[in-house]
């Protein structure tokens, strides 16, 4: 029997990031990337052999690492004996002034900014992708607002609308429909380096302040249950589990999380709890109804709104979802089902 091909997770990195991380990359590295980016898009995986001269085996060795890893799986090690263009006298130095951008005057840093810096402060000498990739081994990524995809696989998601309909009028299931959002203390959309998996620096005009939201609410009954946390991954993700079957009074026999396919909703340890996961269709967050509760929760306590400091922010974070706990009637109107069915 053949094996099932595997296909890459298109949740973990956008074509943007891949396109980045292939710039400034090694040659093999930006082989890998394009190959991703072929695959999201929907190219043949035999296409995609032919058009860059690779073995079936390495394509699948290079899904593997992205599946697991994600942009930092297709990096290719560093030939051993290739100087580093910035040296180790200077590498912890310039480590300390990316997490410390107050040491330069600055609230925070772009590449550009600080490739100009450290040749005009240390005359360091290299060149604007190896400032980007110190940047990456340092741990940053760059953030980019993404725009509403529109790749969506409308068969899919008709089955999808059809399997909905058909658990909705079973009066022994709940359905809930669970999603994470980020809430910033300057939620204007802009490009930046920002840390992965760590909770952003205090700025003194709100830059870089960010908090995260795991949610899931029950349209039928309008119970909405949330925690915050400074980040997400599948630890995360089960102690938002744990909590919600500690913490929710379940009174159908069937509960069903309706969730995207980011990778640590899947992973194969979580203890559900007696929840039961169904996953959208790929690039279908208006499939979601709580991605209407998140525009309304930031409307009503986000919008023109800067937070200071991360206390502020956590503060008033607290107060938007004991609002948001409290209006029943508002979260049934708007997540009711009816405009999906």
Known sequence: MARQPLIPNP????????KTAGKVGTFETNLRCHAMQMLIVGIPREQVCGALQITERSLRSWIRRFNDCGVDGLIANKRPGRPHLIGKEHAVLLADLIDNPKKADRDFWTAKAFHGHIRESYAIECSYQTVVRFFHEQGYALKVPQPWPDRQDEQLRQAFRDRLRELNSREEIDLWFADESGFEGDPRPRRRWDKKGRRTRSTKN????????LGMVCPRSGEFFGIEATHVCAEMFQAFLDEAAASLTLTRRQNIIILDNASWHKKKSLDLHGFELLYLPPYSPDLNPIERLWLLLKDRWFNNIVCRDM????ERLDKALLDMIGRADDIKRTTSLGKLL
Do not use: T, W
Request: hydrophobic content about 45%.
């Open 206 to 213: 709100g830059d870089h302040l960010r908090m995260n939201v």
């Open 311 to 314: 206390n502020a922010l956590i």
């Open 11 to 18: 949740h973990n990195a956008s074509l943007q990031e891949l």
